[in-house]
């Protein structure tokens, strides 16, 4: 059975989600200056369509591969070869740069962790919620949040759609041109 042309819709259409999301966190870091909530909803869309996209895509690269091993060739033609190995390349290239991309943006520059407004604490007494310990949230104020999209992101996010849009050509190009894969 094929997975792989039933699996890749989804990583794609999450990686450029993504991918758009955090270049306009680039281009317009303080669109939800003041606004906290909203801020922290778009980062976590923008942090879960890129996790979720990356997820995808290691399933789909290694589905791809056992597809690739298994898929017929009787009908194909002559240099398909070139272009399935061209195919994986640009596959395991989009691992490494959404990999590097997803790295820096949860290790190398986390999000901030502070208190809410709500919960200042008096200066005698410790910041709590009653029931529930200590008050943080995930926090991104506009400077945070220009450091953590910075240009290096972009550049790796804009490389990583590059690539996107190469394997999927390459992926067209080996089963609508080549005839990989068709029975």
């Known amino acids: ?10 990583p794609v259409a999450l990686l450029v989600t ?23 909803a778009f980062e976590g869309f923008m942090s879960g369509a890129l996790g979720l996209g990356y997820a995808g ?15 017929p060739k009787t009908q194909a033609k002559d240099g398909w070869i070139i ?18 991309l997803l790295y820096r943006r949860f290790v190398v520059l986390p999000p901030a962790v502070s208190l809410p407004d709500s919960a200042s604490p008096a200066p005698d007494q410790s910041p709590t919620i009653p029931g529930d310990g200590p008050a943080l949230l995930l926090e991104t104020p506009p400077l945070a949040l220009a450091h953590r999209t910075d240009w290096l992101s972009l550049g790796l ?27």
Do not use: C, N
């Open 57 to 71: 895509v290691i399933l789909t690269v290694i589905t791809g591969l056992f597809d690739m091993q298994a898929s």
């Open 18 to 40: 993504g991918t758009a999301a955090l270049v306009l966190s680039l281009l317009r870091p303080g669109l939800f200056a003041g606004k906290k909530g909203q801020r922290l």
């Open 157 to 183: 996010s804009l490389l990583g759609l590059l690539l996107l849009i190469a394997a999927g050509w390459l992926g067209g190009t080996l089963v609508y041109e080549y005839r990989v894969g068709i029975g």
């Open 1 to 10: 059975m094929v997975i792989h042309p039933l699996l890749l819709h989804f």
């Open 83 to 100: 272009i399935a190995v061209l195919h994986i390349i640009t596959a395991v290239s989009l691992l490494v740069v959404y990999g590097g």
